[in-house]
């Protein structure tokens, strides 16, 4: 079964019941969402959050726990040596959203590295280590996956050698792997267009048995711009054949795929890109003009 969702929403009054729901109405077989809004650290408490009610729903459609990925939100930043009380927060947060992933039955939970914030790269993913050796715990049932970043501003994990040597430098190196998203890896400058390479390469670097979950994602810039700019599938500057490629990749049956493509005026693409990657024919859907909300 091809492992295949979107990033969904999780609101009151239905929450994970709902996030199970909408991936439900994309005939999707996983799912990706936020524990709250990511832009703050405001959260409902878990038991309000209808657990229970959203794993019935998952088993009563075949969908197992394991096809659950939170999204950590992107306010924590563990590579910002500036500011100490900024990253106290940070780890504290991380802490507190894994725990929640853990009450959630999720088994991933997605995190960008961190940002330098102009303290330097190395600096930062000092920090970035040193953050996650005090959220980790051998017992949690869970493992963060770094997420591959297209290199903006002052962002870590734009290589996989870095993320490489934040896995190696945490002391619970089994409890980290790495989320891969496509449109970030062609913003880094890597060619997609000959993946079978950039697997090797990942696998020579980190190993593909890190790699848990892919974003699948086109890109509105060229490869290497460093701008992370989702577009549709087939519609941007990586293509539908490359993504497609990427998705039914037979190394990587076993991994999770989550789209977060942009919405078109104000409706989700997901279901329209789900049947397309599963049929492996690309579809014209979107008409000249139109603009992702």
Not at 86 to 105: C, P, S
Not at 191 to 213: K, M, N, W, Y
Request: charged fraction near 25%; hydrophobic fraction near 40%.
């Amino acid at each position: 079964m091809l492992k295949i969702g979107s990033h969904v929403g999780m609101k009151g009054p239905r929450y994970m019941l709902g996030s199970v729901e909408e991936a439900l109405s994309y005939n999707a077989t996983a799912l990706m969402f936020y524990t709250g809004a990511p832009q703050n650290t405001a959260r409902t408490a878990v038991e309000n959050l209808r657990i229970d009610e959203a794993h019935k729903l998952l088993e009563a459609n075949n969908i197992p726990l394991e096809n659950l990925v939170v999204h950590a939100p992107y306010i924590i930043n563990l590579g910002n040596t500036v500011k100490p009380e900024t990253y106290q927060i940070a780890v504290e947060f991380l802490r507190k959203e894994i725990d929640r992933t853990v009450a959630m039955g999720a088994k991933y939970l997605v995190l960008h590295p961190g940002s330098h914030v102009k303290a330097g790269t190395e600096a930062a993913i000092q920090a970035i280590i040193a953050g996650l050796d005090q959220v980790l715990d051998q017992d949690d049932d869970i493992i963060i996956c770094l997420e591959t970043m297209s290199g903006k501003g002052t962002e870590c994990g734009r290589s996989f050698e870095e993320l490489k040597q934040i896995i190696d430098g945490v002391k619970l190196s089994d409890k980290l792997g790495v989320c891969l998203d496509t449109c970030h890896i062609h913003d880094a400058g890597y060619d997609l267009s000959d993946f079978d390479q950039v697997l090797a390469e990942f696998d020579r670097i980190i190993g593909l048995d890190h790699l848990h979950v892919l974003h699948i994602n086109d890109s509105k810039n060229p490869i290497g711009s460093n701008k992370d700019r989702h577009e549709n599938l087939g519609y941007g500057y990586i293509g539908f054949e490359t993504l497609c490629g990427i998705v039914n990749h037979p190394q990587l049956a076993d991994k999770i795929k989550v789209l977060e493509t942009p919405y078109v005026e104000k409706v989700a693409p997901y279901g329209q890109e789900i049947e397309m990657l599963r049929s492996q024919t690309f579809v014209e859907w979107i008409d000249e003009g139109e603009e992702d909300a």
